[in-house]
């Protein structure tokens, strides 16, 4: 099986070739393998013609080799400690009983979604567009939990951690942060739910922090650890890992990279095409259903648009009702190709904002892709 994204115009086409192998996991149906250890699964593209990605077809992204393949769903404990009056040891019965639950439709994608489509190309993992999935997360408001421990009000950071260690001491464990301010908003949920069951092992069971339109990678699974601190948290991941261009865009030139960098933050405004796919056979003069998905960091999308001809003329699309604020939106377009040969399919979502996607983008760490998106269809 292959997988092919290309990119058209002044853009060099990029062509993700390369056979990958499928992969059944516990827990998980048929999947792209991208690594082995730690494990890394892709999502393939037609599992998206669902508004819900099922947990069995959801991606999986874990840094350290050392992943958690057991629990003890009896003795496991959220700790909540550092600048807290009252430190907590939370079980699993303490948050389903002593808080309010909540839920909340979001989009989990990867700071490396889509980063093979980067010309030049970039280290890290090689995904096509499956490192992302939608799901209905239910759980506890971290704010609740925060205030319950009586965080110090001038905390500035909380920090949080998982189950997964390092193969080795000397690495630094994967500890990710948010300001107080962002923890203490409404959205953020420690969930114990995906789409009404218990999260796979490999999607971070039993708890995983929901960081609703923020890049995935705070989306901290197998989530054992909160720290609150009334100093600035410099972990690796961090301060060095996950950086990103100062500048709005997540763009950089390669031969100019930017000095100055910041911790990589919200999702950038995106659309892909989930059908046709690029090897779908189509027929001139015979209607096909052209559809897709778009997604913001939370802010409204006004239109999404698709050009036939290489972005020469572009045609606004039917968007599906909203499922929810940090959900992707689904987009659909009736295309009768009168011609035969080969098209450049191009979309585009803009804003409320007003702002749309650029032609161009890259970085060194092949992150928030938002360029748009082009493929190559070929009409007999
Ligand atoms: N404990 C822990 N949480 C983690 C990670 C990790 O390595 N360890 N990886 C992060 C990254 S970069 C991503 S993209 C998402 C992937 O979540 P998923 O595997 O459930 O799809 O988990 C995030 N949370
Ligand atoms: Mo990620």
Redesign the pocket.
Same mark, same amino acid.
């Given at each position: 099986m292959s997988l092919h994204l290309l990119s058209c115009n002044d853009v060099p086409p990029t062509k993700v070739t390369e056979p990958r192998q499928t992969v059944t996991y516990p827990e998980k149906k048929e999947m792209y393998l991208m690594t082995d250890r730690?494990p890394q699964l892709e999502t393939p593209l037609k599992i998206f013609r669902q508004d819900i990605t099922p947990n069995e077809y959801?991606?999986?992204?874990?840094?350290?080799s050392q992943i958690v393949t057991r629990i003890d769903i009896d003795t496991f404990r959220l700790y909540v400690e550092g600048a807290v009056q009252k430190p907590l040891a939370l079980s699993m019965n303490d948050l389903k009983t002593k808080f309010t639950a909540d839920s909340i439709v979001a989009l989990? *994608?990867? +700071?490396?979604n889509s980063r093979s489509t980067f010309t030049p190309r970039v280290p890290g993992t090689q995904w096509a567009n499956g490192?992302m999935?939608n799901a209905k997360w239910k759980g506890v408001r971290l704010k609740d939990i925060l205030k319950m421990a009586g965080a110090n009000e001038k905390a500035v950071d909380v920090s949080f951690?998982?189950?997964?260690r390092p193969p080795l001491p000397s690495m630094p464990a994967?500890i990710k942060s948010l300001s107080m301010n962002h923890a203490m908003e409404d959205e953020i949920l420690v969930a114990y739910e995906m789409n009404g069951q218990p999260?796979p092992m490999?999607?971070?069971y039993p708890l995983?922090l929901i960081v609703p339109g923020w890049?995935?990678?705070?989306? *901290?699974? +197998?989530?054992s650890n909160i720290n609150v601190m009334v100093d600035s948290f410099h972990g690796f991941w961090m301060a060095k890992a996950y950086q990103i261009p100062k500048e709005p865009g997540i763009n950089e030139s390669p031969d100019n990279l930017a000095k100055a960098t910041v911790p990589i933050n919200k999702i950038m405004m995106h659309s892909i095409f989930v059908e046709p796919e690029v090897d779908a056979p189509l027929t001139a003069n015979k209607p096909c259903q052209v559809e897709g998905l778009a997604f913001t960091d939370g802010t409204a999308i006004k239109k999404v648009e698709i050009s036939t001809d290489d972005g020469k003329t572009w045609i606004e699309t039917k968007l599906d009702a909203e499922i929810g604020k940090y959900s992707w939106r689904r987009w659909r377009y009736n295309w009768t190709p009168t011609a035969k040969g080969t098209y450049h399919l191009k979309v585009r979502a803009t804003d409320v904002a007003g702002n749309t996607q650029p032609e161009k983008q890259w970085n060194r760490s092949g992150y928030g892709r938002g360029f748009i998106e082009c493929i190559d269809v070929t009409v007999n």
């Open positions: 730690p959801f991606f999986v992204r874990w840094h350290m989990a *994608i990867c +700071a490396g490192s999935g951690q998982g189950l997964d994967f999260l490999l999607n971070g995983k890049y995935a990678t705070y989306w *901290i699974g +197998a989530l």
